[in-house]
């Protein structure tokens, strides 16, 4: 089945450094969503990705698409305490060739940011 | 996440009793999904349901879990006769769309279910 594997696994950073992460899959991707968990809490959308080589900010984050449809990265400049937290990729499966809501997920970045 | 109710937020049962949990979708939102989510993994699809049906249950463990979305009240995850390994947040999403491309999915703050 789809499968999605983020790395890294978990990441600690200072406060002001940049993170980079990624999403890859062995499977073709329509959509990508990026999404933030904080403890306690369900995910929250982030950005949302519908074009293969699409590149979105969102304030501090900027996710792309991957041309080739089965990866996504997400970025994070100046980061902030309160960024911590478990980032998501997502993408909804195939039924019968079209995407629908039912969605993978990976196994999620955990994120520190130390002050 | 405003928009998504799910209750309770935390639910303790003993093992061979009922759990039942609770969904309102965001208003005008006719689609719901439900996912599991052990600790430290990623959620897991269980079900999808529009008013009144189940579209897709593949996710759903055949025995002792069922879901509803009747015509008027919320979405219902039960799960009947619970065993230790049920212990997990379960949270709902819910999309006025059937292509998540066009309306993604917003989540609600989940249950988290412990099993004694």
């Known amino acids: 089945g789809q499968q999605l594997n983020q790395s890294p696994q978990s990441m600690f950073i200072q406060e002001g450094e940049d993170v980079s992460m990624n999403c890859t899959s062995s499977s073709i991707f329509n959509t990508w969503l990026w999404y933030k968990q904080d403890p306690g809490e369900g995910p929250v959308l982030l950005i949302a990705?519908?074009?293969?080589?699409e590149l979105t900010s969102n304030g501090r984050l900027t996710a792309q698409f991957g041309i080739t449809r089965k990866d996504s990265f997400l970025n994070i400049s100046a980061s902030i305490p309160s960024d911590v937290g478990i980032y998501f990729c997502a993408g909804p499966r195939n039924a019968g060739g079209t995407s629908y809501g039912k969605l993978t997920f990976g196994q999620g970045t955990i994120l520190t940011v130390h002050p | 996440n405003a928009g998504v109710m799910q209750n309770p937020r935390h639910l303790v049962r003993r093992r061979g009793q009922e759990a039942r949990l609770r969904c309102s979708p965001m208003k005008g939102h006719s689609h719901v999904y439900w996912y599991r989510q052990l600790p430290e993994e990623g959620l897991k699809f269980m079900v999808y349901l529009q008013k009144e049906n189940i579209i897709d249950e593949s996710g759903m463990p055949k025995e002792r879990f069922s879901a509803e979305f009747p015509k008027e009240g919320p979405s219902i995850l039960r799960i009947q006769q619970v065993v230790r390994g049920d212990s997990a947040a379960y949270f709902c999403a819910s999309s006025n769309f059937r292509q998540t491309g066009n309306q993604p999915q917003h989540f609600g703050d989940g249950t988290r279910l412990s099993i004694l």
């Open positions: 990705l519908y074009k293969a080589g």
